[in-house]
């Protein structure tokens, strides 16, 4: 879910970026613990610099990246620091590489998934990996809904001809979408809609049969 940079290009690591990944470091929390960082919504809309983080425990933090400030408690004590907030936006927006020793089986599964930005990983041989060719590879471009799209656990099956399919989402409710009327049943905007955005996908990467029914090799 992270793309791979030379270790060359990510001079943005700071020294507690590669420091050791003892349990309770503020590195390896902002990695790992559940937190949700939001761009574009609520006290965060319309400001680039703003970005509001939810908690695993249920707690709203907003962060401004351009002045370094966040309101949780640890931050109005070490205000010169750091806090596990503020990393995280860092490294899910891709301002600053995720360190090389961090194992991506052990990152937070909500990562980067609703902002904009693309999670980078600094590596130690210097080398450069591939662009990926997964359909469902997220990209810095994506705007959020195509991100969503791309990643949330979601199945898609042909309903009817022309073009309906069904969407059974992660939240276990079904949605029909009509890609050739551009709509979904469910109640977001046609034009913005994860669940089209994921039928369109699907049938580029030749998943799911083409609107008029036919199977991709036919």
């Not at 990944?21 to 761009?39: F, G, H, I, Q």
């Not at 070490?78 to 052990?106: L, S, Y």
């Not at 990562?111 to 990209?139: I, K, N, S, W, Y």
Request: glycine share 6%.
């Amino acid at each position: 879910m992270a793309t791979t940079e030379s270790s060359s290009d990510a001079g943005s690591i700071d020294a507690s970026d590669i420091e050791d990944a003892a349990p309770n470091s503020r590195t390896v929390r902002a990695l790992t613990e559940v937190m949700t960082v939001l761009d574009s919504i609520g006290r965060a809309r319309n400001a680039d610099d703003l970005f509001l983080v939810n908690s695993g425990s249920g707690s709203e933090y907003l962060i401004d990246a351009r002045t370094g400030s966040c309101e949780c408690n640890w931050k109005q004590y070490n205000p010169d620091e750091e806090c596990k907030h503020q990393k995280r936006v860092a490294f899910a927006t891709g301002e600053r590489p995720i360190p090389q020793w961090m194992n991506d089986d052990a990152l937070d599964d909500q990562f980067g998934m609703h902002v904009d930005g693309e999670p980078r990983q600094a590596v130690a041989d210097g080398g450069v990996t591939a662009p990926a060719t997964d359909p469902f590879a997220v990209h810095s471009e994506d705007e959020p809904r195509t991100k969503r799209a791309k990643q949330e656990d979601i199945d898609v099956s042909f309903l009817a001809k022309p073009g309906r399919y069904e969407v059974h989402s992660a939240s276990d409710s079904r949605y029909e979408v009509d890609v050739l009327e551009e709509t979904c049943s469910c109640p977001d905007v046609a034009e913005r809609c994860k669940h089209l955005r994921r039928v369109d996908i699907e049938i580029n990467a030749e998943r799911v049969p083409r609107p008029d029914g036919k199977l991709p090799d036919a």
